[in-house]
């Protein structure tokens, strides 16, 4: 293979020029994947050098009852017809319900209780972990006060766990069912002072009228996204930034999500308190979707489409391989594709369940994380949310800086071969 078409690109980013929509295009056309896959690394060893990070990290998805009906989504199920199922004398989560009357109820619908989201943060928080990352369905039901009881519920019982919840989709739909209504800053403020943190990036899917039309027609499009995100960054809120690929989009389409998250983040580091963090490119899984019948990303489309997100986007710090998605050997081989953050333990993840044979068990210990990416040849180093660098000894962990520490109980324990014990498992019990 040759890389001389390639050349004036590899100029341009070695100056730390921004590349044009059509220089994004012929990268993705091009049959030199690795000089793609080189050009990335350079951008990532300019910012990081070979630093990895990950976290330790528990996901909670409170709830899959939504009112969207997204095509690329096997998440979601149809809130149950309360009346109509205790009419025909089945209880709304009884699986009878369900094959009485498909409307009635969905055999796995679930939402979870407050009590139950804080029981299994304190349990995450009391083994180590330093985020909880928390998104769900737009509950129909569920009032505003909900989500600001669970925040400060969780603050309440982990005072220095990172609260990472809800994405823009989420917020949006908080300003409609709160009584009075409120404006995206009010909400954003409420949650902030029950104890949110940051905001997660999930939601933004494809920036293009077209693909929104095609795959998530009754879900908010480009600009109430931006618009959260603009109103978290002006109000000192971090946030990261998500892409879903592989769907219907078009590889120009990918290229111009990124473009506009590059411009979104250029106008928040001139002008606001904050900015995104990381863009979390997301390799779209068709089974149990209403697009199954598409065949998803390829390997090589999911390094492509990573290593051009460090390149199109100089600008946003870090670039994550969500490994539930893009599985964990292929974030292992990303690490020398433009990515740095191989994201963390996850523990439970029911959105998709690639990585859970089935089940919303998705997990990764500390000691496999690190040593992919070792094997990557790569330097591990535990973050918190903020990218700030986690210290633990056998029973404390702090943020490099704070004055704080927090104590953990890091059994069960395995040794480094050098006869020093270390956490290897965060397992939190369902």
């Known amino acids: 293979l040759t890389t001389d078409s390639l050349e004036d690109i590899r100029s341009r980013v070695a100056a ?56 690329f989504c096997s998440f979601y199920r149809p809130y149950p017809k309360l009346e109509a199922s205790r009419a025909a004398g089945f209880s709304p989560r009884d699986p009878k319900a369900d094959q009485t009357d498909p409307a009635y109820a969905s055999t796995d619908g679930y939402e979870l209780s407050i009590e139950e989201i804080v029981d299994r943060a304190r349990a995450a928080y009391a083994r180590g972990a330093t985020e909880v990352h928390i998104v769900g369905g737009l509950h129909p039901k569920l009032p505003f006060s909900y989500y600001t009881d669970m925040c400060g519920a969780i603050r309440e019982a982990c005072p220095r766990l990172h609260i990472k919840a809800f994405t823009a989709i989420e917020i949006i ?35 293009d009228d077209r693909v929104h039309d095609e795959a998530f027609k009754t879900k908010v499009g480009e600009a109430e996204w931006f618009e959260v995100h603009r109103t978290a960054h002006e109000l000192g809120i971090f946030t990261n930034a998500t892409m879903l690929y592989g769907h219907v989009e078009t590889p120009a389409e990918r290229i111009k999500h990124l473009l506009k998250l590059r411009d979104h983040q250029e106008a928040s580091l001139r002008s606001r308190k904050s900015h995104f ?3 979390i490119p997301l390799s779209f899984v068709p089974d149990g979707s209403a697009l199954s019948h598409l065949p998803g990303p390829g390997g090589l489309d999911d390094l492509r489409t990573l290593a051009l997100a460090r390149l199109m986007c100089p600008n946003i710090p870090h670039i994550k391989a969500f490994w539930i998605m893009q599985t964990p050997k292929l974030a292992q081989v990303s690490l020398n594709w433009g990515v740095d953050d191989a994201d963390g333990t996850v523990v439970y993840y029911d959105i998709t369940k690639r990585e859970g044979h089935g089940t919303t068990h998705q997990e990764l210990t500390v000691d496999r994380l690190q040593r992919m990416i070792r094997e990557a040849g790569c330097t591990p180093v535990e973050r918190d949310s903020l990218y700030r660098r986690v210290i633990r000894d056998d029973n404390t962990w702090s943020v490099e800086g704070e004055p704080w520490s927090v104590p953990y109980d890091p059994s069960p324990r395995d040794t480094d071969g050098k006869g020093n014990s270390r956490p290897v498992v965060l397992t939190v019990s369902r």
């Open 16 to 71: 730390g020029e921004s590349l044009t929509l059509e220089e994004g295009l012929r990268l993705y056309q091009s049959p030199d994947i690795f000089t793609l896959g080189e050009l990335a690394d350079s951008v990532r060893k300019r910012l990081h050098g070979r630093r990895a990070y990950y976290n330790v990290n528990l996901h909670i998805n409170y709830s899959n009852y939504c009112i969207l009906r997204c095509k």
């Open 173 to 207: 739909h908080f300003t409609r069912i709160a009584k009075p209504r409120l404006t995206i800053a009010e909400v954003l403020t409420q949650l902030r002072e029950a104890g949110l943190n940051s905001l997660p990036g999930g939601g933004a899917e494809i920036f």
């Open 277 to 279: 963090n990381c863009v």
